[in-house]
């Protein structure tokens, strides 16, 4: 019996399985039309959101909510904080939340098919010992049985290294939503040798859209009046335009 594989990312989580041969990356949501085109439609957008008659919802329903919605909590992982808060002043126990996001991803596995019992989760290369508990404890409650713990860029040295077996030395940049690490690597025989490891916490995409949106709102200081709903909307179009900034030279908000 084989496990599937989960990042578990500040922003989106992806979920692959390994079947004849060949490894596939699950669909696991329906973006909007617009994201489509950039391989949105095999992520989970790591948010969990209630809504005013306390039913929860997860993925793009979540991140379209303008209101109580619980995003990024993976951050959370490496602090002390324990209970996490939304938008309206409700809180929840971060472990709970996570659950729940693991337990997302486990259901829609199982609507493709997919024997979801087991799973290996990847963490960030600085993820130490709260962390990486927190993060097990989460995917177990869930009703994973987590076989391993594998840092993000060994689990990167690993698929390259499939394609090229070669012993070599590698430089694994891993820029997520939340943290920009660096890792290098020594691959000798299939074995992964960490040599050096290092990390900006607050270097992620969220930081750039939040980057972003702090210059729109200087170039149009009448957005501070906007509603709730077209302050979304507008964050959206931010995080759209990250998106396209990765392969683009400018990109249109």
Not at 26 to 37: A, H, N, S
Not at 99 to 128: C, W
């Amino acid at each position: 019996m084989s496990a599937i594989g989960i990042d578990f990312g500040t922003t989106n989580s992806v979920v692959a399985v390994h079947r004849d041969g060949q490894t596939e990356v699950l669909e696991i949501d329906q973006p909007p039309v617009q994201w489509q085109p950039y391989g949105f439609d095999k992520v989970l957008p790591s948010i969990m959101a209630r809504d005013e008659n306390e039913r929860i919802c997860f993925g793009w329903e979540a991140k379209q909510r303008t209101t109580g919605r619980f995003d990024a909590v993976k951050r959370m992982f490496a602090t002390q904080l324990d209970v996490a808060t939304d938008d309206q002043g409700e809180s929840l126990v971060v472990e709970e939340v996570a659950t729940m996001l693991f337990a997302e991803l486990r259901q829609r596995a199982v609507a493709q098919g997919i024997d979801a019992n087991q799973a290996v989760v990847t963490v960030p290369a600085n993820s130490k010992g709260r962390a990486r508990h927190r993060t097990k404890l989460a995917a177990g409650m869930a009703g994973f049985e987590v076989f391993a713990l594998i840092n993000e860029p060994t689990a990167a040295a690993m698929s390259y290294a499939q394609r090229h077996p070669e012993a070599r030395q590698l430089l694994v940049f891993d820029w997520g939503g939340g943290t920009l690490d660096v890792t290098l690597l020594q691959s000798v025989e299939g074995v992964f040798i960490e040599q050096a490891s290092s990390g900006l916490p607050r270097c992620g995409g969220l930081d750039f859209d939040n980057k972003i949106m702090e210059i729109v709102r200087e170039f149009f200081p009448q957005l501070a009046s906007i509603s709730s709903e077209e302050r979304q909307r507008l964050r959206l179009k931010v995080e759209l335009a990250n998106v396209k900034l990765s392969t683009a030279e400018e990109a249109v908000i």
